[in-house]
């Protein structure tokens, strides 16, 4: 298996230019598509799933194999459901096994030709590209906000508009409103009527040009970073990041606040820099931040910071079982992690023996190589296994840790 060893630097100063983010560019790519396509997105993320998004949208092929990419498997069921011509779609064993049915569900009831070319309720999935009609659809919100995005994208395509109401909470809102507003860049009418409705009215998407912000997924490993450095004086500038910014994740500045990183704001970008600490127990719901939780829970790990994370169930059916794999392999660090069945995990500080050269696993899963790559500023060097899963978000991780003078070995140089 490929692996790295990773060393930390004593000085950490570092300027970063951040990927793109990864939810808009795939967000953009498809509405591009579906407004004609005459402008395609500007400053994309050059990562697998944005790829994935690409191939597949200006490609001719029947068959569709969107690899890892759970975002794209959801977004183009909708989107070929909607497009002329037939289209087969599948993925790596593990995307076989994660569940779709609520979507094909929803599709179905608005005439979509959808079927299951295996078991029911997982893809891979064969679409016929029809007009769809359109009224009223009940979703569970509490599942995933990519089944939401998926259908509100199609909206204004589908006949008489569209109005779904959302039962049972809803998880990932930012993730929901980032796609109203970016389908409003491109002409949608589309609003939220209450808490719980979102109504789109049946209207043709117009063409413009669309540049793609920095992804605040990305900065929160630096956040990570800087917080976890015993360098007194550490510093990252982020460049590429707005203030005002269309990402829940933006949120990773005022959660790392209390860990010890202050954020500044700069023309072009961020700057991070060292702050007194001042929690030692942190309770969150991360029910709109999820992708932040495998970094907050190795940060709060290696400050000895307890925590209790909340809303964090959807982590179950990610690329891995997130809150089962964090608890594996920060349990080689010493951490002894406990979690529920409805999504929380949670440290009350109870430590076990390290591993004395911990070897990470990654489970195909690029958050989790990222989210533990700096705990090498406290618990020493460690190996990663399989870093090349960071290529699905972040694809120069490891040669920015390198640029800020982490150093990285490759087994094959050891």
């Not at 007009?131 to 979703?139: A, D, F, P, Q, R």
Request: hydrophobic share 40%.
């Amino acid at each position: 298996m490929e692996s790295i060893t990773l060393a930390a630097p004593t000085r950490l100063r570092a300027v970063i230019n951040l990927p793109a983010s990864k939810s808009i560019s795939n967000r953009a790519l498809v509405l591009s598509a579906l407004s004609g396509g005459v402008h395609p997105p500007i400053n994309l993320s050059d990562c697998d799933d944005t790829r994935v998004m690409l191939r597949a949208l200006q490609g001719c092929d029947t068959l569709v194999d969107i690899g890892a990419a759970g975002t794209a498997m959801r977004f183009l069921s909708a989107y070929f459901s909607v497009t002329k011509g037939c289209h087969e779609i599948t993925g790596t064993e593990r995307m076989l096994r994660r569940p779709i049915g609520v979507l094909v569900t929803a599709l179905r009831q608005l005439g979509a030709s959808v079927s299951y070319m295996g078991a029911e309720g997982f893809p891979p999935l064969r679409i016929e590209g029809r007009e769809l009609s359109g009224g009223s659809l009940c979703l569970p919100g509490d599942v995933s906000s990519q089944y939401i995005s998926a259908l509100l994208m199609i909206a204004p395509r589908v006949s008489g508009g569209l109005c779904l109401r959302l039962t049972g909470g809803t998880v990932s809102r930012p993730y929901i409103d980032m796609t109203l507003s970016l389908m409003r860049e491109f002409g949608a009418e589309a609003r939220w009527e209450g808490d719980d409705v979102i109504c789109v009215s049946e209207r043709p998407y117009r063409a413009v040009e669309y540049s793609v912000e920095a992804d605040w997924s990305a900065a929160s490993y630096w956040y990570e970073a800087v917080a976890l450095s015993r360098d007194a004086g550490a510093e990252v500038s982020l460049e590429g990041l707005c203030g005002q910014s269309l990402q829940g994740d933006s949120r990773v500045s005022e959660f790392f606040l209390p860990l010890g990183v202050r954020t500044t704001f700069t023309p072009d970008g961020v700057r991070l820099s060292k702050c007194p600490m001042t929690v030692s127990h942190l309770e969150l719901d991360l029910r709109e931040q999820p992708d932040l939780a495998q970094t907050l829970v190795a940060t709060c790990c290696c400050l000895g910071v307890t925590f209790r994370l909340r809303g964090l169930r959807n982590l179950r059916i990610k690329e891995t079982d997130r809150i089962r794999a964090m608890q594996t392999e920060l349990g080689k660090l010493g951490f002894i992690l406990g979690a529920t069945d409805d999504g929380e995990i949670c440290w009350t500080g109870e430590r076990t023996k390290a591993h004395s050269f911990p070897s990470i696993d990654t489970y195909d899963d690029h958050r989790m190589a990222m989210s533990l790559a700096p705990c090498c500023l406290r618990c020493g060097a460690l190996s990663i296994n399989n870093p090349s899963v960071v290529s699905k978000s972040y694809p120069r991780f490891w040669d920015d840790l390198a640029s800020a003078a982490f150093r990285i070995t490759k087994a094959d140089e050891l």
